[in-house]
């Protein structure tokens, strides 16, 4: 069954942020793609109405395939380039199951 992460974010103030966010996101999702073979689809995208909001939509062969992702060399860099840049009380952060 496909497992599915959907990430909501909200930057800190700054243009800066915002672009800093935006080419790390980039980068995640090439990276991700072709090096996690059990990663279906990693989407980042940005709110119209608010350019501070992001989510995530992440899907994954199965559970245990977002286990592998996280244990991708790149995860723990990204993970710690983009908490400084993110409101971390207002990240949320939801699983399902696809059907």
């Given at each position: 069954?496909?497992f ?9 103030e700054?243009?800066?942020v ?13 990276t991700?793609?072709?090096?996690d ?8 995208v ?9 989510t ?21 860099p990204?993970q ?11 990240v ?8």
């Open positions: 069954m496909v599915v992460v959907i990430a909501h974010m909200y930057a800190k700054g243009k800066d915002e672009e800093k966010i935006r080419g790390k996101l980039i980068e995640a999702s090439k991700y793609l072709s090096t073979s059990e990663t279906l689809s990693y989407h980042a940005q709110s119209t109405t608010d350019p501070r909001a992001w995530l939509f992440e899907r994954y062969q199965t559970e245990s395939s977002f286990a592998l992702h996280a244990e991708n060399p790149y995860y723990k990204f710690e380039f983009m908490v400084p840049l993110i409101e971390m009380d207002k949320d952060i939801r699983q399902y199951n696809e059907v």
